[in-house]
Antibody
Framework: QVQLVESGGGVVQPGRSLRLSCAAS????????MHWVRQAPGKGLEWVAVISYDGSDRYYADSVKGRFTISRDNSKNTLYLQMHSLRAEDTAVYYCARSPRHIIITLGGAIVPPNFDYWGLGTLVTVSS | QSALTQPASVSGSPGQSITISCTGT?????????VSWYQQHPGKAPKLMIYDVSNRPSGVSNRFSGSKSGNTASLTISGLQAEDEADYYCTSYTSISTLVVFGGGTKLTVL
């Protein structure tokens, strides 16, 4: 069965860095686009980033652009989120999610269908001094 | 403030039908059919209920249906059951730089 298991969360001071991992199993990881979605405590969902099945395309929410980097290692069936210059507003549960839809590249830019059919249980990141 | 607007709460009695609205703009669901709906129970990960406006993933009850008219998408749940009580989020592709936007979520209470 499909499993996504996030790890790497914890308490970190503002301005510091943290790397999250998401271990995938039960499906052909290298065939799927993967996303990170976060949820601040008591708040709604916020999309963070997407990476194409082969890692060649990556896109970010405006709120994390330039600070976060999404990557993947298809040989290890693992997705990553490297987070730098962390802020208090980055405090959230971070979920990795699988998408059965590829990123659509058009002349006008990328289209990212928000179909997330499997989610992990999430890992909590707390940014606090 | 979320990019998509949902009511904060809706309620209904068992057996009834309810509809949750999700209002966007011409930059997102008003133009594109990349609209999905997620159900989230407390302390759990979200679950995909509807994708591409009106399609149900395998395993999702046919009591859940989606539609869209103009800049507003809707999720309808018929034959309400106690286990439907949860938070529901809409989401859409947006042509504005951030690419994916969520609604603020709607808490469904089954009376």
């Amino acid at each position: 069965q499909v499993q996504l298991v996030e790890s790497g969360g914890g308490v970190v001071q503002p301005g510091r860095s943290l790397r999250l991992s998401c271990a995938a199993s039960g499906f052909t990881f290298s065939s799927y686009a993967m996303h990170w979605v976060r949820q601040a405590p008591g708040k709604g969902l916020e999309w963070v980033a997407v990476i194409s099945y082969d890692g060649s395309d990556r896109y970010y929410a405006d709120s994390v652009k330039g600070r976060f980097t999404i990557s993947r290692d298809n040989s290890k069936n693992t997705l990553y989120l490297q987070m730098h210059s962390l802020r208090a507003e980055d405090t959230a549960v971070y979920y990795c999610a699988r998408s059965p839809r590829h990123i659509i590249i058009t002349l006008g830019g990328a289209i990212v269908p928000p179909n997330f059919d499997y989610w992990g249980l999430g890992t909590l990141v707390t940014v606090s001094s | 403030q979320s990019a998509l607007t949902q009511p904060a709460s809706v309620s209904g009695s068992p057996g009834q039908s309810i509809t949750i609205s999700c209002t966007g703009t011409s930059s997102d669901l008003g133009t594109y059919n990349y609209v999905s709906w997620y159900q989230q129970h407390p302390g759990k990960a979200p679950k995909l209920m509807i994708y591409d406006v009106s399609n149900r993933p395998s395993g999702v009850s046919n009591r859940f249906s989606g539609s869209k008219s103009g800049n507003t998408a809707s999720l309808t749940i018929s034959g309400l059951q106690a286990e439907d009580e949860a938070d529901y989020y809409c989401t859409s592709y947006t042509s504005i730089s951030t690419l994916v936007v969520f609604g603020g979520g709607t808490k469904l209470t089954v009376l």
